[in-house]
């Protein structure tokens, strides 16, 4: 089973991903520290020398060999949903959004210097166009604001096991 985790940064996706992989026994890949590893430099090193439109595609290469490879639980970058030809991979995973409110993905980012997105004057206007996008590609929504990531995992198993077997994307 492919599980790929969406949402906005600060949705808890990296520590979500770690408890799931380890529920289910099965790898935890960030995509974006995989890129970062693969290009040698950080995100936001891509960000500035390359361009966002330049990221994105590296990132939709990521995303797509992941969802094409082996059972892991894979953490996607907030705006990796963006790309439609992402969008069309996702379609063959299990995506789980994990829903964050703006207020508490800024609050849980707020001081991190390695988001890049932080800097963009437009940044509520991202998250409100992103939203019905992680809706779209998603089989299943969980709420995180104010809870702890145990539970929000706990959720996101229940609700991986009620969605119908042999189906390849949940759907």
Same mark, same amino acid.
């Given at each position: 089973?492919?599980?790929?985790?969406? #949402?906005?940064?600060?949705?808890?996706?990296? +520590?979500?991903?770690?408890?799931?992989?380890?529920?289910? #026994?099965?790898?935890?890949? &960030?995509?974006?520290?995989? /890129?970062?590893?693969?290009?040698?430099?950080? /995100? =936001?090193?891509?960000?500035?020398? !390359?361009?966002? *439109?330049?990221? =994105?595609?590296?990132?939709?290469?990521?995303?797509?060999?992941?969802?094409?490879?082996? !059972?892991?639980?894979?953490?996607? #970058? #907030?705006?990796?949903?963006?790309?439609?030809?992402?969008?069309?991979?996702? =379609?063959?995973?299990?995506?789980?959004?994990?829903?964050?409110?703006?207020? !508490?993905?800024?609050? =849980?980012?707020? +001081?991190?210097?390695?988001?890049?997105?932080?800097?963009? *004057? &437009?940044?509520?206007?991202?998250?409100?166009?992103?939203? *019905?996008?992680?809706? &779209?590609?998603?089989?299943?929504?969980?709420? +995180?604001?104010?809870? *702890?990531? +145990?539970?929000?995992?706990?959720?996101?198993?229940?609700?991986?096991?009620?969605?119908?077997?042999?189906?390849?994307?949940?759907?």
């Amino acid at each position: 089973m492919v599980v790929v985790l969406v #949402g906005f940064m600060g949705a808890g996706k990296t +520590t979500v991903g770690h408890i799931l992989a380890s529920r289910l #026994g099965l790898p935890f890949v &960030d995509s974006d520290v995989l /890129i970062e590893q693969r290009e040698g430099r950080a /995100i =936001r090193d891509i960000f500035t020398t !390359e361009g966002e *439109p330049w990221f =994105r595609q590296l990132e939709h290469d990521t995303v797509a060999g992941l969802v094409r490879g082996r !059972e892991a639980v894979i953490a996607v #970058g #907030g705006g990796a949903v963006e790309h439609q030809r992402t969008q069309a991979v996702l =379609r063959d995973a299990r995506v789980v959004y994990l829903r964050v409110s703006y207020d !508490e993905a800024m609050a =849980r980012v707020r +001081t991190d210097k390695f988001r890049p997105m932080l800097a963009r *004057p &437009d940044l509520a206007e991202v998250y409100q166009r992103r939203l *019905p996008v992680y809706e &779209d590609v998603s089989v299943l929504t969980v709420d +995180t604001d104010g809870r *702890p990531f +145990t539970a929000i995992a706990r959720d996101v198993l229940a609700g991986l096991s009620r969605l119908p077997v042999g189906s390849a994307d949940g759907r």
